[in-house]
């Protein structure tokens, strides 16, 4: 069985790193650390192959795919009580559908949510809801 993630990322957060944007250093500042184990949804990891594939063409879409893979553990959480937890943030916090999916990931592993979109996890972070760990 896998190590309990560490640290769940939502995709802007997988996208500053990958594409070297502001902010990417805490996320490679993470991964240094041996004890330390990132982890997404595959909702999210989809979020991020869409954003490529938009941007960058299918072939970007792909290797940004397969590089994430090196060093992200990827989680297909989908039972009944998972997919209340989202809606639960989806509703209550106002959340993305995405946001919420990563949240509730966050939450189930009781770890940090790391993330670069300050419009959408700002009030969760002052709430006290969750832990943040902004990467810009």
Known sequence: MASKPSHILDASALIAYLKGEEGSEILR???LDDHNVLAIHSLNMFEVYANYLR??????????????????RTIDEYNEAFLKRVARWKVDHNLSLGHAFAAALAEEFACPLVTKNQNDFEKVDKSGALKIEWIA
């Open 55 to 72: 941007s960058d063409g299918h072939e970007r879409a792909e290797e940004a795919l397969d590089s994430a893979n090196q060093f992200l």
């Open 29 to 31: 500042e993470l991964l």
